[in-house]
């Protein structure tokens, strides 16, 4: 079974569809077989595409986003993905609260995979300004990077 990801962070509009995307991006470049997957800890945005913010710099990266909808996390996450990534530290102990008692799921936050970057958040961009989202799309792409690199590894 190849490693299944679920990218988890509050509205899943902005974040974690850009986690998925750049993820599934560097999963394709290092030719790595993977299943890639976000969602909400909330549920306002369930059924909606992405931020149109978080669709304009995906697009400047090269990544089209437009199909993604928005899902709220469920407890069968936990037994059908081998890693759910969280990316901050609010949704990871929303995470942990959630996880019911036979989960499998390896949780994480997502610049753990990041050295010298281990339990620092993604900033949520929803309430800035754009340039905020800049900062995002770095900080999914290097922690989208090192996840690839370690399973690639077999860590
Ligand atoms: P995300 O950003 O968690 O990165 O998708 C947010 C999106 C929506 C809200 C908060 C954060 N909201 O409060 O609706």
Redesign the pocket.
């Known amino acids: 079974m190849p490693p299944s990801v679920l990218f988890v962070?509050?509205?899943?509009?902005?974040?974690?569809?850009l986690a998925e995307a750049a993820f599934r991006e560097e999963a394709r470049r290092l030719k790595l077989n993977v299943v890639a997957d976000s969602a909400?800890t909330?549920d306002?945005?369930v059924g909606s595409p992405p931020?149109p913010r978080?669709q304009a710099v995906a697009r400047k990266n090269g990544v089209d986003i437009s199909a993604l909808r928005g899902r709220q996390v469920k407890p069968a996450d936990f037994r059908r993905f081998t890693h759910i990534v969280a990316?901050d530290e609010d949704?990871l102990a929303h995470l942990r609260r959630l996880a019911p008692p036979d989960a499998t799921a390896d949780l994480s936050l997502l610049l753990d995979h990041v050295e010298g970057r281990e339990g620092q958040p993604v900033a949520?961009?929803?309430?800035g300004d754009d340039d905020g989202f800049d900062v995002?799309w770095a900080d999914v792409f290097v922690g989208a990077r090192g996840l690839a690199q370690k399973l690639r590894r077999g860590d």
């Open positions: 962070c509050l509205g899943n509009i902005c974040r974690s569809p909400g909330g306002w945005h931020d978080a990316l949704n949520d961009p929803y309430f995002t």
